[in-house]
């Protein structure tokens, strides 16, 4: 009985030790370029990259305060894609807390017709599942009129 204990203990000892290491700069890196890459994403109406960095579960808050989840995105993004602003994403600080992040930045919309913009700031959570990070909740407050 104490050798099949034995046994039974360093398995589950190996199999700890073989758990998936977290590759937080690599994380960071992903993080960063995917906000970037939702705001082009937004602008351009482009699904695929909504698809991959937005979970199923995902509920954001608007501009506005409404709620939105990740269909509604994908479909208003379609609808009101025109091109006409150039975003860039910008003081972005990403924290770590294990298998979830909180990302934090702001983002300038700007006009290619007259240079006007809008700036706004946002909190996205992000966690790790399923081998992939992904967006499963955003805020976004807009900062000038």
Same mark, same amino acid.
């Given at each position: 009985?104490?050798?099949?204990?034995?046994?039974?203990?360093?398995?589950?000892?190996?199999?700890f030790?073989?758990?998936? !290491?977290?590759?937080?700069? =690599? *994380?960071? *890196?992903?993080?960063?370029? /995917? +906000?970037?890459?939702? *705001?082009? =994403? @937004?602008? =351009? %109406?482009? /699904?695929?990259?909504?698809?991959?960095?937005? +979970?199923?579960?995902?509920? %954001?808050?608007?501009?506005?305060?409404?709620?939105?989840?990740?269909?509604?995105?994908?479909?208003?993004?379609?609808?009101k894609?025109?091109?006409?602003?150039?975003p !860039?994403?910008?003081?972005?600080? @990403?924290?770590?807390?294990g298998?979830a =992040?909180?990302a934090?930045?702001?983002?300038?919309?700007? !006009?290619? *017709?007259?240079? $006007? /913009?809008? $700036?706004?700031? #946002?909190?996205?959570? #992000?966690?790790y599942?399923d !081998?992939? #990070?992904? @967006?499963? +909740? +955003?805020?976004?407050?807009?900062l000038?009129?």
């Open positions: 009985m104490k050798n099949l204990e034995l046994i039974i203990l360093m398995l589950a000892l190996f199999l030790s073989c758990s998936e !290491k977290m590759d937080y700069e =690599a *994380a960071n *890196a992903y993080i960063l370029k /995917s +906000a970037q890459e939702w *705001a082009e =994403a @937004i602008n =351009a %109406g482009d /699904s695929s990259v909504i698809d991959r960095i937005v +979970a199923d579960d995902f509920v %954001g808050v608007s501009l506005r305060g409404d709620l939105y989840d990740k269909q509604t995105l994908i479909r208003e993004s379609k609808m894609a025109n091109r006409s602003y150039k !860039k994403v910008f003081n972005v600080t @990403i924290r770590f807390y298998e =992040a909180v934090q930045g702001n983002e300038t919309w700007t !006009k290619k *017709a007259d240079s $006007t /913009s809008t $700036t706004n700031i #946002w909190t996205d959570t #992000w966690i599942r !081998k992939k #990070w992904q @967006i499963v +909740a +955003a805020q976004d407050l807009k000038n009129p």
